[in-house]
């Protein structure tokens, strides 16, 4: 892809046929005389609704995106060597059309002819610097993400669904205990109808806003803020669960051990309250890569624990992850496949642990935890047999004892790391 030389050959010789235009609420004044041109002498016009409705007919047939973005793809294939122009709103490139269709058409077939987006409209609009900011879609994704990022004095953009989800924010960050946050909802910006309110979040009663708005929300906390730091080892007290839950300790180092990378997935193999997928998809860093963001499985047997783990995953902002109720190993096989396995229950249920080392690629990561002395002693032939390393885990909290304290400790914890060959 390029932004450059739209109407010229690519380095390979060959001209492109397919062009992803960016496109504002102003609709087609909005958009230089190449890209009108290269609109006017397509054979083939893709795009929403709204964009084709600001298209005056032509002789150009015309693929809306109704039928999926996968059966538009398809379509959009069977006219290589044409001409064919993909309408999208704003920077195609950032959560937009282009950014999809990069992943099937080379820079020797496709390119694109940028916009200012959503989000440089709304920092624009706000004074906001957009190296200061998150950016956040909610558009296509669920809201509940919002969560692992509100934090004291964050400032977000969030690319909206509809007109309802500006006051779902505001009920989301007053249940947080981020109240006083200000929302400024920006409507149709770049367009003829822009408009702008702002209200806190607290004592929200705004009217639907246009289905076409971006939020920008100054966080602000209250007197009691749920504060949820980045790092591994949430406080227990975070997490629904009934008893089953790897505490904190423990888990901060299984996290470490687990090494969360971008792109990667982790199987969550009994997963109890979901404490460590959680915490790894928190931990997998931010960036959004080529490899993609990182994946997570819960897998867990007991269907009250699976209702848990999806409310936990919800409340720490990680409503990706995705929860498997099942019995391991059965149902392994149908999983995508791991990178990084976390056994935390049935290390002697027959078949799993040869299952799960099984499953992995080599290079691929296997952290195990083990209480009883059966399941360290599966831990020990393990480590006989593929190598790796063991380490016991001994953490003691301090508590009172009358009128004095002491350390009480926990069950100690064997760990077993190990990277298949």
Known sequence: ???????????????????????????????????????DAAELLVGGERHLSMVPP??????????????????????????????????????GGG???SRHFGADEMTVITHPGAFSLAAAAMLWSMADVVTLNAHSRPLAGLNLHIHPGARLLVLSRDGALPGEAAKLLTERGFGPSLITVLEHLGGPRERRFTAVA????????????????ECRPGPKPRLIPPVPGLPDALFAHDGQLTKREVRALTVSALAPLPG?????IGAGAG??????????????????EARAIAVERDAAR?????????ALGVPKLNVVHGQAPTVLADLERPDTIFLGGGLTDSGLIEACWQALPAGGRMVANAVSLEGQARLIALKGTV???????????AEPVGSLSTFRPLLDVTQFVGIKA
């Open 99 to 101: 950014a999809n269709l």
């Open 264 to 268: 990667q997935v982790l199987w969550d």
């Open 1 to 39: 892809m390029t932004t450059e030389n739209t109407q010229g050959a690519t380095q390979t010789g060959r001209k492109p046929w397919l062009t992803v235009i960016g496109i504002g609420d102003d609709g087609l004044p909005g958009i230089s005389a190449a890209a009108r041109a290269l609109i």
């Open 58 to 95: 032509s002789s150009a047939e015309r693929l809306t995106w109704a039928g999926g973005v996968h059966t538009a793809v398809k379509e959009i294939q069977a006219w290589r060597g044409r001409r064919v122009v993909v309408l999208a709103t704003g920077d195609p490139m950032w959560f």
């Open 387 to 397: 190598g790796g390393e063991l380490m016991r885990l001994g953490i003691a909290r």
């Open 202 to 217: 607290e004592s929200w009663s705004q009217p639907r806003a246009a289905d076409l708005n971006v939020l920008a929300i």
């Open 306 to 314: 699976v209702a848990m783990i999806a409310e936990n995953a919800l």
């Open 275 to 292: 404490s460590v997928a959680i915490e790894w998809l928190r931990a997998a860093p931010a960036q959004r890569l080529a490899v993609g």
